[in-house]
C-alpha cells in the first residue's frame, strides 16, 4: 500500500467524528483502525458486533480496504423508531423482530433516559431505521464495498456462515448486561484465529456487566496472553498463537 493512502485514510478517521452518529471517540477510531493494520499479515477478517451507525465500522473499513483482501462483517439489530419502548424508571429497552425471530435487547443493561432523547431519539426524525443511516455513511466514505451489515443477532449470523470462515479482529459493542457479553465473548473466540485480536468498547467505566465479563472470561482465561486497556474505554486481548497450551 502507498504511505499517501495511508495518510489519507487517517484523515478520513477525523470526518467520522463529525459526519457519523455515534459514541466512540477518535482515539478509539484511530486504535481499531491500527489493529486492523497490523494484523495484515495473519488470516481472517473482521467481525463488529454492535456498529449503530457506523462510526467504527467505517474506521474498520477504511484500514480493511488499504489491506486487501479482507472483507468487515457489522452485526447489528439495527432497530427502528417502533422497536424501542420507555421502562417504568424512565429509561429504554428495545424489541426487535427480524423474520419469526423477536429479540429483547437492552433490558439488563438498559439506555438512559438521557442519552436516548439527547443522541438516538433525533435520528428518527429523519430515517425510519438505523441501518438506513449506517448504509448512507458508509457509502459515502467509500468502504460501503467491504463492510457488510447483517441485521440480527450474532449466532444467527455465524450460523448462516461457512464453518471454515474466521477472523482475526473481533470488535464487541452490543448489549452491556454481563450475560449478553459472555455470550458474545465465547461466540466470538470460536471464530478468532489463534493470534486474532478481541476488542471490548465502554470497557472498565460504567457498565458493570462489561466489565466482570472482561474479567472472568478474558483476563482470568489462559486463553489470552496480551490484555490491555488501550483508551479510555477500548480494552483489547489476544488469543495465544497455540491456544489451548
Known sequence: MKSGEVRAAIDRLGELVQDIPGWSPVDQLYTLFTMVMMSAGTEGDVLELGSWCGRSSAALGLAARLCGNT?????????????????????????????????????????????FERD??????????????????????????????????????????????????AFIDGDHGYEAVCADILMAQKVLVPGGWICFDDAFT?????????????????????????TRKLFIARRRANPGR
Open 71 to 115: 472483507k468487515v462483517f457489522c452485526v447489528d439489530l439495527f432497530p427502528e423508531r417502533d422497536d424501542w419502548h420507555q421502562n417504568a424508571d424512565g429509561s429504554y429497552s428495545m424489541t426487535v423482530r427480524v423474520g419469526e425471530e423477536v429479540i429483547r435487547a437492552y433490558h439488563d443493561q438498559t439506555v438512559w433516559k438521557e442519552p
Open 120 to 169: 438516538i431519539a433525533p435520528l428518527y426524525e429523519k430515517h425510519r431505521g438505523i441501518l438506513e443511516i449506517f448504509t448512507q455513511k458508509l457509502s459515502k466514505f467509500g468502504v460501503d464495498d467491504v463492510v457488510f451489515p447483517y441485521r440480527g443477532t450474532l449466532p444467527a449470523f455465524l450460523g448462516g456462515r461457512p464453518s471454515d470462515q474466521k477472523y482475526r479482529l
Open 206 to 230: 460504567s457498565y458493570d456487566g462489561v466489565d466482570r465479563a472482561i474479567n472472568e472470561l478474558i483476563c482470568a482465561s489462559a486463553e489470552f496472553d496480551v490484555r490491555q486497556q488501550m
